[in-house]
């Protein structure tokens, strides 16, 4: 959950950040002053939407594919700084295809996910290391991001739970999804979940012994 929260709280962002830069010039998307803004875009949208401080190391995008390459994604919770992130993920990669330019609509043709880690503890007391949201506590949930793809992959996943590790792979085609985060819990719900005809996912789990 909180993978698809750091994905879709920066979408919408990072969606019109390209469709302005495609309309400002070929230079402006390779150059520094574009990453840098991209990047801060995304990391202030995630923080928002998870409570959580979120970095990115590096951003490109590619024009002639509408591609964008984010590098060294991480978000910590309210883990210790010498113990590992609440997740980190080595690349993602978002293809978009752009409905309408003054409109401002987009729609989502690939998200890649390579490498995700999730590193989750819970105590015996119920306290983890999810992040508390800086969104006003009230008992209605707050609308993350709708999430239509016609291709999701994630590859070598991992979720550390507890000190236990269990493998995720997923590869998803037509998937509509909606989360929504409810504040007072620090939780995300997904409602609405719909796979088309070709839907392929595995989720490995391997217990210690």
């Given amino acids: 959950m909180q993978q698809r929260k750091i994905i879709g709280g ?60 984010l590098y060294g994604i991480t978000l910590r919770g309210s883990e210790p700084a010498d113990q590992p992130p609440l997740l980190h993920v080595d690349k993602i990669t978002v ?20 490498h995700p880690v999730t590193n989750l503890q819970v105590g015996r007391n119920g306290k983890s290391n999810l992040p508390q949201s800086s969104h006003p506590q009230s008992g209605s949930n707050i609308s993350v991001f709708d999430l239509a793809a016609q291709h999701v992959l994630l590859t070598d996943g991992q979720i550390n739970y507890n000190n236990r590790a269990i493998p995720v792979e997923a590869d998803l085609y037509g998937l509509k999804t909606e989360i929504h985060f409810a504040p007072a819990t620090t939780r995300a719900m997904l409602d609405d979940a719909e796979d088309a005809a070709g839907l392929e996912c595995l989720v490995e789990r391997r217990e210690d012994l």
């Fill in 10 to 69: 920066g979408l919408a962002v990072l969606g019109i950040l390209m469709i302005a830069a495609g309309v400002g010039g070929y230079f402006f998307l390779h150059s520094k002053r574009f990453e840098k803004l991209a990047i801060g875009a995304i990391v202030e949208n995630t923080n928002a939407a998870t409570g959580g401080r979120a970095e990115v190391a590096r951003f490109d995008f590619q024009l002639s594919t509408l591609t964008a390459h």
């Fill in 95 to 114: 293809g978009l295809k752009i409905q309408s330019v003054l409109r401002r609509q987009f729609s989502l043709r690939q998200l890649l996910i390579e």
